[in-house]
């Protein structure tokens, strides 16, 4: 697949994920399409934002989560840019 491809079906997959308030058909479409571990990646990855956000070290989150500091700064960096997505998706579960 070239990178236009890969373009494609991402926009797609946001696309059909944006049309739907379903949670349950999401878990269920997530579940499917991506693997135990891939899952974590993810889930992992959030909750270091939602840490952050809360005020906790990066050290600290480090410890918990069993992530990089590298990750962790990269979360970091996303959560303080202006119109930040992570602060746009943070403010949608509060």
Known sequence: MDKKDEDHAFNELVLALSRTEDSELIEDFLKSLLTDNEIY???SRWALVKL???GVT???ISRDL???LCKITRGS???KKEES???KMLNLIK
Do not use: N, T, V, Y
Request: no cysteine; net charge neutral; charged share 35%.
């Open 52 to 54: 952050i956000d809360s």
């Open 85 to 87: 997505s992570f602060r």
């Open 77 to 79: 960096k996303e959560l």
């Open 41 to 43: 990646e993810i889930s």
């Open 58 to 60: 990066q050290r600290q």
């Open 66 to 68: 069993g992530l990089s």
